[in-house]
């Protein structure tokens, strides 16, 4: 007790302290991760092409995803030979729509089939083929809920190995960072196209994010065609992130006709 009346009768003898300015305290900055090479990606090209299918094929299962594909056969004089697109939209409830269609000159159309559409749930798929006299048939089955184009990450990577893509660019400000490989002069099966008679310089441009989804594929390919100089430019990409898949409105009509035919072959077997 007496030590404790000493020191506190030793500190009112000096006096109160002058009073300190406020200071201003700046919070230091929280540090945020730098992006990061894609799985099996390094600066020097891609170095594992299985972790790289492996992370694309993760980012699609983790979450629903729209992918779309496109080839256009174009003239160096600006004219549209023939173009072709489709694509699918998996939904967060798994339900799923596929479409395809092509204007223009077709490879093959022995079939006369100008589109196809195709919506499926968890236990019914519906397809719709398109004509070009405006005519519709459809198929109803029972559900096989294949997911196509989950395999293209493996398609892609094995290619950017092979043809020793280089790292190009980077975007590192975009959210996911993105990475951007290049491989020109493609060689074997991968040099030529069936879409020009004869291929004169082909290339192929991938943009990957940081967590290995391969975001755009781009393979171009110069020659002629019909002894016309041509280009033929084929991308696919993906975008990933909640979806709702729809039911439309054909498919009642696929549903209607169904129902008509069991119903006539049930009287005929009567």
Do not use: K
């Not at 959210?175 to 040099?191: F, H, M, Q, S």
């Not at 391969?214 to 033929?232: I, P």
């Amino acid at each position: 007790m007496v030590t404790l009346c000493l020191v506190l009768a030793g500190c009112s003898a000096f006096g109160a302290p002058e009073p300190r300015p406020a200071q201003t305290v700046t919070p230091a900055p929280v540090p945020t991760p730098e992006p990061s090479l894609p799985p099996g990606v390094t600066t020097s090209g891609v170095e594992d092409y299985e972790r790289l299918a492996a992370a694309h094929r993760a980012a699609l299962q983790r979450e629903s995803y729209t992918v779309e594909f496109s080839q256009t056969v174009r003239l160096t004089n600006g004219t549209t030979v023939r173009r072709s697109v489709g694509g699918r939209t998996v939904g967060d409830d798994g339900a799923s729509r596929t479409w395809e269609r092509e204007t223009g000159r077709a490879l093959c159309n022995a079939t006369g089939v100008v589109g196809q559409e195709t919506w499926a749930n968890a236990s019914v798929q519906v397809v719709r083929f398109r004509y070009a006299n405006d005519t519709s048939r459809y198929t109803v089955i029972t559900a096989d809920q294949q997911y196509p184009y989950r395999g293209t990450g493996l398609a892609v990577s094995e290619s950017l190995v092979t043809e020793n893509a280089a790292l190009v660019a980077s975007d590192t400000d975009a959210d996911p960072a993105t990475y951007t490989l290049l491989a020109r002069n493609l060689t074997g099966y991968r040099a030529r196209t069936a879409a020009l008679d004869h291929t004169e310089t082909s290339s192929l441009r991938v943009v990957v994010t940081e967590d290995g989804l391969v975001r755009r594929a781009t393979v171009r390919y110069t020659g002629t065609l019909d002894g016309t100089h041509a280009v033929v430019v084929t991308t696919i990409r993906y975008d990933v992130g909640p979806r709702t898949v729809t039911r439309p409105d054909w498919v009642e009509t696929a549903f209607d006709r169904r129902t008509r035919a069991e119903t006539a072959e049930a009287r005929a077997a009567d």
